[in-house]
């Protein structure tokens, strides 16, 4: 008996199997064409962040001055809001008290300040142009010249720069060799100023936001007919408004924020800004203090990480020839040689890096870079 089968019942199987064989033709063309044995994570990132850093190379300079005037109108804010609500509250309630309050908070806004300045207005220090370079590990492929040991060229200033850790938006300069202390210790010196601002302002914001917004106990419930009011100790009647206790009403009807709504509105501004900042600023001076902690900058750190993935490869261990150990690395980094102690870092002090940046000492080396300065090349590493 002969079984008849109808190809029509046949054809969504037909027509799913002809879909899956063009899809998979397809997926295998596509993969074939855009293959790179090299792709990793760390080159899929970069692709990701290109458009990031083509922003950064053609508006970081022209925003530059921008981000300065941030920095100094956000910190002048807050120094103001201290002086006119923090000042008049510990002074109150204890003079004795905010005489070292005084003392402590000025000499930490005198080293923010002076960090800051000599951040922005110290050049990096540049590879002085001609015979003056004697030992060059390669040539910049943009400058057209020769690159000293721990150079890199910067795609913002359109320059090498010597020993470059990376380009500071809010610094409007570069960071490397001349400035680098400068940069990292204005973090730091910031990060202590606002845990200072936050030992000193919990109080206040307590006392000045939770207890006045929330308990109210400085007012007495009086039950009244007629429009609802309420009565302060002093025995002014005040309306109660859609903005809450402490607001009047204006000559059109209109409530009004008197002294303590604004000084509340005041001090939750600086405490979300002094909150904010901590917690970026902080990790970014932590994660600098690690890399200083290992004798590195920003770019080597990656190129550092490179190398002793390739060598592992070889059962070979990487080891960086500017590391001479924790202690060693900070001495080095603050310029705390030749006679200089903590008093150069506890106060401001201009005492130049040690080395000039063209050569630099490493770990096989005789000396650990406490050679004395090449005063004439350090001067060309500033001017040219």
Same mark, same amino acid.
């Given at each position: 008996?002969?079984?008849?089968?109808?190809?029509?019942?046949?054809?969504?199987?037909?027509? #799913?199997?002809?879909?899956? %064989?063009?899809?998979?033709?397809?997926?295998?063309?596509?993969?074939?064409?855009?293959?790179?044995?090299?792709?990793?994570?760390?080159? *899929?990132?970069?692709?990701?962040?290109?458009?990031? /850093?083509?922003?950064? &190379?053609?508006?970081?300079?022209?925003?530059?001055?921008?981000?300065?005037?941030?920095?100094?109108?956000?910190?002048?804010?807050?120094?103001?809001?201290?002086?006119?609500?923090?000042?008049?509250?510990?002074?109150?309630?204890?003079?004795? *008290?905010?005489?070292?309050?005084?003392?402590?908070?000025?000499?930490?806004?005198? !080293?923010?300040? $002076?960090?800051?300045?000599?951040?922005?207005? %110290?050049?990096?220090?540049?590879?002085?142009?001609?015979?003056?370079?004697?030992?060059?590990?390669?040539?910049?492929?943009?400058?057209? *010249?020769?690159?000293?040991?721990?150079?890199?060229?910067?795609?913002?200033? !359109?320059?090498?720069?010597?020993?470059?850790?990376?380009?500071?938006?809010?610094?409007?300069?570069?960071?490397?060799?001349?400035?680098? #202390?400068?940069?990292?210790?204005?973090? *730091?010196?910031?990060?202590?100023? /606002?845990? $200072?601002?936050? /030992? $000193? @302002?919990?109080?206040?914001?307590?006392?000045?936001?939770?207890?006045?917004?929330?308990?109210?106990?400085?007012?007495?419930?009086?039950?009244?007919?007629?429009?609802?009011?309420?009565?302060?100790?002093?025995?002014?009647?005040?309306?109660?408004?859609?903005?809450?206790?402490?607001?009047?009403?204006?000559?059109?009807?209109?409530?009004?924020?008197?002294?303590?709504?604004?000084?509340?509105?005041?001090?939750?501004?600086?405490?979300?800004?002094?909150?904010?900042?901590?917690?970026?600023?902080?990790?970014? %001076?932590?994660?600098?203090?690690?890399?200083?902690? #290992? @004798?590195?900058?920003?770019?080597?750190?990656?190129?550092?990480?490179?190398?002793?993935?390739?060598?592992?490869?070889?059962?070979?261990?990487?080891?960086?020839?500017? &590391?001479? @150990?924790?202690?060693?690395?900070?001495?080095? $980094?603050?310029?705390?040689? !030749? @006679? #200089?102690?903590?008093?150069?870092?506890?106060?401001?002090?201009?005492?130049?890096?040690?080395? !000039?940046?063209?050569?630099?000492?490493?770990?096989?080396?005789?000396?650990?870079?406490?050679?004395?300065?090449? +005063?004439?090349?350090?001067?060309? +590493?500033?001017?040219?």
């Amino acid at each position: 008996m002969v079984r008849v089968q109808w190809k029509i019942f046949s054809f969504p199987h037909r027509l #799913r199997k002809w879909f899956s %064989t063009y899809y998979s033709k397809i997926v295998l063309t596509i993969r074939s064409l855009t293959y790179n044995h090299f792709m990793n994570s760390s080159y *899929a990132s970069d692709v990701i962040m290109e458009p990031m /850093i083509w922003f950064v &190379d053609n508006f970081t300079k022209f925003l530059g001055p921008f981000f300065i005037v941030c920095v100094i109108t956000l910190t002048a804010s807050v120094v103001g809001i201290c002086y006119w609500i923090g000042l008049p509250y510990w002074w109150e309630k204890s003079p004795t *008290a905010t005489i070292p309050i005084l003392i402590i908070g000025h000499w930490l806004l005198v !080293n923010i300040c $002076f960090t800051y300045y000599m951040g922005v207005v %110290t050049p990096p220090g540049y590879p002085p142009e001609g015979s003056l370079i004697t030992e060059a590990v390669s040539i910049c492929k943009k400058c057209i *010249a020769p690159k000293p040991p721990r150079t890199h060229h910067c795609s913002v200033c !359109n320059r090498c720069v010597l020993k470059m850790d990376h380009h500071c938006p809010w610094l409007n300069n570069c960071v490397g060799h001349l400035n680098h #202390r400068y940069f990292y210790t204005y973090m *730091a010196w910031m990060c202590i100023g /606002i845990i $200072f601002i936050i /030992i $000193f @302002g919990l109080e206040i914001l307590y006392a000045e936001v939770f207890v006045h917004s929330f308990q109210g106990e400085d007012y007495e419930e009086v039950e009244l007919e007629g429009h609802p009011v309420r009565v302060n100790t002093s025995g002014a009647i005040i309306p109660v408004t859609e903005e809450g206790w402490g607001a009047t009403v204006g000559s059109k009807g209109e409530p009004e924020m008197d002294d303590a709504a604004w000084r509340r509105r005041f001090i939750l501004y600086v405490a979300l800004l002094c909150t904010g900042t901590i917690l970026a600023l902080g990790a970014l %001076t932590i994660w600098h203090g690690k890399l200083i902690n #290992r @004798g590195e900058t920003s770019i080597e750190a990656n190129i550092n990480k490179k190398e002793r993935e390739r060598l592992a490869k070889f059962k070979r261990t990487y080891v960086n020839p500017y &590391d001479f @150990g924790k202690r060693r690395n900070w001495m080095l $980094f603050l310029g705390l040689v !030749n @006679g #200089r102690n903590w008093r150069h870092i506890l106060f401001p002090s201009r005492h130049p890096p040690v080395g !000039n940046g063209l050569h630099w000492k490493t770990v096989d080396s005789d000396s650990d870079g406490e050679d004395d300065y090449d +005063c004439k090349t350090l001067q060309s +590493c500033v001017s040219s």
